[in-house]
């Protein structure tokens, strides 16, 4: 393909992934606001009741009956981590992060994004060592919601500053990825945790022997997050273990090309995922009732420690990580921003909402916990959201180069 061609398809295939997800994220801002109005009302009951109806049955002698915030929670939230994977595949080999000197500048910006906020955490919550196993809930970007406020302003915001806060945003789900992995374990059932690895192994087969029907892949990956479900780790973690093993052709960015699985598949969830898993989990996650909270309630150490996490650990972390980078050499400015700007971007990242509520389900099973967590995941990504615009919103514009 030439150059001219190939980098018009790259900008494309990044407009179009750029334009779904800030549209998503308006439509997950609605779901949240939504479901806070509603656990807040007369109807509070009744969606409650409504989360906690139990669905499923008998597959193959397996008993599969949960309640439906957990299928929404484990289930649908699989096909969420499977787009995510598809994602982080395709940037690493075929796209922004393919290039050592273009992964450097997000890459330590989302390193400092998850290891700040994250030392923040567990220094409130010090003096009450039974909340450090929340320590991760501030560590990842919701890329929907903070590139859905980043498109508000425009032509305010250069390209440039979209793009790194989607690479700061795709790696460090990848780490918050690893970290649910590593620490969110339950005790693992050795036979199902087999029976995933062998089909797995067989995936993988496939992928090398540049078979590429997906309905084979797709029916496999069912069976994959059967077993892991019951193996003790997450079940959404299969959807990242299929998303791995799916053959990708390299492109230059075209975001449905149909010799390539991965595109195809990736094409195809975007809208399912962005207007209908993303918004549900908001839904039934973000019903956070407010009555009898008071003052100590949100200045408690587990909220205070998520909001601040969030608030001042991820600007603090990208910032000053981003900067570091910067001057010493090892990258440039993102082109046409300016030093305010990428600090207006930092704040954009304290936007944890989607992985944050996931992290802090997996961390806390006390549901009066759960909806301290709530409140604080709810604070420092709105403030983060309102000081990230506010700001950019005023910052001057640098002339284009």
């Given at each position: 393909m030439?150059?001219?061609?190939?980098s018009?398809?790259?900008?494309?295939?990044?407009?179009d992934?750029?334009?779904?997800?800030?549209?998503?994220g308006?439509?997950?801002?609605?779901?949240?606001a939504?479901?806070l109005?509603?656990?807040?009302?007369?109807w509070?009951?009744?969606?409650?009741a409504i989360?906690h109806?139990?669905?499923?049955?008998?597959i193959?002698?397996l008993?599969?009956?949960?309640?439906l915030?957990?299928?929404?929670?484990?289930?649908?939230?699989?096909?969420?981590f499977?787009?995510?994977?598809?994602?982080?595949?395709?940037?690493?080999?075929?796209?922004?992060?393919?290039?050592?000197?273009r992964?450097i500048?997000?890459?330590?910006?989302a390193?400092?994004?998850?290891?700040?906020?994250?030392?923040?955490?567990?220094?409130?919550?010090?003096?009450?060592?039974?909340?450090?196993r929340?320590?991760?809930?501030?560590?990842?970007?919701?890329?929907?919601f903070?590139l859905g406020?980043?498109s508000l302003?425009?032509?305010?915001?250069?390209?440039?500053?979209?793009?790194f806060?989607?690479a700061?945003?795709?790696?460090?789900?990848?780490?918050?990825?690893?970290?649910?992995?590593?620490?969110?374990?339950a005790?693992?059932n050795?036979l199902?945790l087999?029976?995933a690895g062998g089909?797995?192994?067989l995936?993988?087969?496939?992928?090398?022997?540049r078979v590429t029907?997906?309905?084979?892949?797709?029916?496999?990956g069912?069976?994959?997050?059967?077993?892991?479900?019951?193996?003790?780790?997450?079940?959404?973690?299969?959807?990242?273990?299929?998303?791995?093993?799916?053959?990708?052709?390299?492109?230059?960015?075209?975001?449905d090309d149909?010799?390539?699985p991965?595109?195809?598949?990736?094409?195809a969830?975007?809208?399912?995922?962005?207007?209908?898993?993303?918004?549900l989990?908001?839904?039934a996650n973000?019903?956070v009732?407010?009555?009898?909270?008071?003052?100590a309630?949100?200045?408690s150490?587990?909220?205070?420690g998520v909001a601040?996490?969030?608030f001042?650990g991820?600007?603090?972390?990208?910032?000053?990580?981003?900067?570091?980078?910067?001057?010493?050499?090892?990258a440039?400015?993102?082109?046409?921003?300016?030093?305010?700007?990428?600090?207006?971007?930092?704040?954009?990242?304290g936007?944890?909402?989607?992985?944050?509520l996931?992290i802090?389900?997996?961390?806390?099973?006390?549901?009066?916990?759960l909806?301290?967590?709530?409140?604080?995941?709810l604070?420092?990504?709105?403030?983060?959201?309102?000081?990230g615009?506010?700001?950019?919103?005023?910052a001057?514009?640098?002339?284009?180069?």
């Open positions: 030439p150059l001219k061609s190939a018009r398809a790259i900008y494309s295939a990044l407009r992934f750029l334009q779904q997800e800030a549209a998503g308006y439509v997950l801002m609605a779901a949240a939504l479901a109005v509603v656990a807040n009302s007369p509070a009951g009744a969606y409650h989360l109806i139990e669905l499923g049955g008998a193959a002698g008993e599969l009956r949960e309640s915030a957990h299928w929404i929670n484990d289930g649908l939230m699989a096909g969420f499977l787009l995510v994977g598809l994602e982080i595949k395709r940037e690493v080999l075929d796209g922004q992060l393919s290039k050592p000197s992964l500048l997000p890459g330590v910006a390193l400092g994004g998850v290891i700040v906020p994250a030392l923040i955490y567990c220094a409130v919550v010090l003096a009450a060592p039974e909340h450090l929340g320590w991760a809930i501030p560590a990842a970007t919701d890329i929907a903070a406020v980043l302003l425009g032509s305010r915001a250069p390209a440039s500053l979209k793009i806060l989607t700061i945003a795709i790696l460090d789900d990848l780490v918050a990825i690893l970290i649910i992995a590593i620490f969110y374990t005790q693992l050795v199902a087999a029976l089909v797995t192994v995936l993988i087969a496939l992928n090398r022997l029907w997906l309905w084979l892949y797709l029916l496999l069912a069976v994959l997050w059967l077993c892991v479900l019951k193996s003790g780790v997450h079940a959404t973690l299969a959807g990242v273990i299929l998303a791995m093993t799916i053959p990708l052709n390299p492109s230059r960015g075209t975001p149909p010799h390539s991965l595109h195809r598949l990736e094409h969830l975007h809208k399912p995922v962005a207007f209908g898993i993303v918004p989990f908001g839904l973000a019903g009732g407010f009555a009898g909270v008071t003052l309630t949100v200045l150490p587990a909220p205070l601040l996490g969030l001042l991820k600007q603090a972390g990208v910032f000053l990580a981003a900067m570091a980078v910067i001057k010493l050499g090892f440039d400015m993102p082109r046409d921003a300016s030093v305010r700007q990428l600090y207006g971007v930092a704040l954009l990242c936007i944890g909402f989607t992985m944050s996931f802090g389900n997996l961390a806390f099973a006390d549901p009066l916990l909806d301290k967590i709530k409140i604080g995941v604070g420092g990504s709105v403030a983060s959201a309102l000081a615009y506010l700001l950019l919103r005023t001057p514009q640098t002339a284009t180069r």
